[in-house]
């Protein structure tokens, strides 16, 4: 089946540092990635849809300018987390739906721990 | 967003029993629905899926029933294994994609 590397796994930063988590789809091509976030036994959260080439969409509450989104190439998305606070400790998924498949399924990373000290 | 909701946060089952996990979803125009299982620390898993022309569809052990009339769909496993304790969302494909909240399945040996 299709993989998505996330990377890193874990990452613990002191507050005020930015943190780039990578998500990459290994085996085929993505017009569209999401991001997610999810605290300790609750849902994933949709933060945004990364399209490639153009602007990320954001869901309503997610801050645009604390969780950069950029979409370069068709099997690479990144988020930033900017000047990253104890408040944006959390686990984050990135996911990627496969453009030259013939269904909607989507293919998730392993995620990624954030813990901002 | 869209709605995709579970009815139970929790589920306990023993094990070789049957488990039934359940979901109901707002959005009457959703055609593609699909199961996760995923482990702690772990991102989803693909279980199953189904279309909305389809009423049952069925895997190694595990079965996904839809029923459009109530916007209610379902997942059925079947001889629970201790391996399957997990937590599992529905999730409905679209333009985004919504979790609902989860069901946490856990199985007694």
């Known amino acids: 089946g299709a993989v998505v590397s996330q990377h890193p796994s874990w990452v613990i930063c002191k507050s005020g540092t930015s943190v780039k988590i990578e998500c990459r789809s290994l085996?085929?091509?993505?017009?569209?990635m999401f991001w997610y976030r999810q605290f300790p036994k609750q849902s994933l959260m949709l933060m945004a849809t990364?399209?490639?080439?153009?602007?990320?969409?954001?869901e309503q509450g997610v801050e645009k300018d604390k969780f950069l989104i950029n979409h370069a190439s068709l099997t690479l998305s990144t988020l930033t987390v900017t000047s990253a606070h104890p408040e944006d400790s959390s686990f984050y998924i990135c996911?990627?739906?496969?453009?030259?498949?013939?269904?909607?399924?989507?293919?998730f990373g392993s995620g990624t721990q954030l813990s901002v000290l | 967003g869209e709605s995709v909701g579970l009815h139970l946060p929790t589920l306990s089952v023993q094990e070789g029993d049957n488990s039934i996990i359940n979901c109901a979803y707002s959005?009457?125009?959703?055609?593609?629905f699909i199961w996760y299982k995923q482990e702690s620390g772990k991102g989803p898993q693909f279980i199953i899926d189904?279309?909305?022309?389809?009423d049952k569809r069925q895997g190694q052990r595990v079965t996904v029933l839809l029923n459009k009339t109530v916007k209610h769909l379902s997942l059925q496993i079947a001889a629970t294994q201790p391996g399957d304790s997990a937590v599992y969302f529905c999730?409905?494909?679209?333009?985004?994609?919504?979790f609902g909240t989860g069901t946490s399945l856990t199985v007694i040996p």
């Open positions: 996911s990627a739906r496969d453009s030259g498949g013939t269904n909607e399924k989507l293919f």
């Open positions: 085996d085929f091509q993505a017009t569209t």
């Open positions: 990364s399209n490639e080439g153009s602007k990320a969409t954001y």
């Open positions: 959005n009457s125009a959703s055609d593609y």
């Open positions: 189904i279309r909305s022309n389809m």
């Open positions: 999730a409905e494909s679209g333009n985004q994609f919504y």
